[in-house]
């Protein structure tokens, strides 16, 4: 063997370290293809069997606006991930609900403060809502979400269940996710 000359499994295993590292690096900063599950982001994403795309240049909130859903650690539990949709930014009155005071009057509830109650997001927050409000833990559960926990913007889903090739030319279910946010002016976002 001369000297500077290394075996071709010496090689081989360089280049497979070097390439995992760019793959942990693209994963870390630049773009991730997870999972998603539950149904509180129906009907914008599947509860089973969809899979999203995420830009992580907008980690930490950065360049985020109202209506982007985003994927985020849960306060409460910095070991699961959460997708929402950004419903309030920083500064902005929202209205909590649900609320935390029920009455019973005969066989109906009453709901004495579900639409009195509002909350001004502090600053390095947003509040994060589900798309289907029912089946969803979200800032109306553990309040407004730190941007500092904000992992990235979801900007597309595949739905696995769907087939390979539909008839609009459609790969696996792939759509884009877009910011539906109309201001009270009518503009959109």
């Not at 063997?1 to 590292?21: D, N, Q």
């Not at 994403?45 to 969809?50: E, F, I, M, P, V």
């Not at 935390?100 to 005969?106: A, Q, S």
């Not at 992992?151 to 609009?168: C, E, L, Q, T, Y």
């Amino acid at each position: 063997m001369t000297v500077g000359a290394l075996p071709i499994w010496s090689k081989t295993f360089s280049y497979a370290i070097r390439s995992l590292c760019l793959l942990h690096i693209i994963h870390t900063y630049a773009y991730e293809f997870t999972e998603t599950r539950g149904e509180s982001m129906l009907p914008t994403l599947s509860a089973t069997n969809d899979y999203v795309h995420v830009l992580k240049h907008f980690q930490n909130g950065k360049g985020i606006k109202m209506g982007d859903c985003v994927v985020a650690l849960k306060p409460t539990d910095p070991n699961h991930r959460i997708c929402k949709r950004i419903t309030g930014m920083p500064g902005d009155m929202v209205l909590v609900d649900p609320s935390t005071k029920v009455n019973h009057i005969g066989d109906v509830l009453v709901d004495e403060e579900r639409f009195s109650t509002y909350i001004k997001v502090p600053e390095g927050h947003v509040w994060v809502t589900g798309d289907n409000l029912s089946h969803s833990l979200d800032s109306r559960t553990y309040n407004a979400l730190p941007m500092g926990l904000i992992m990235g913007k979801i900007v597309a889903a595949n739905n696995f269940d769907k087939p390979f090739w539909d008839s609009r030319r459609n790969i696996w279910g792939f759509k884009w996710i877009n910011n539906a946010f109309v201001d009270a002016s009518g503009e959109s976002n």
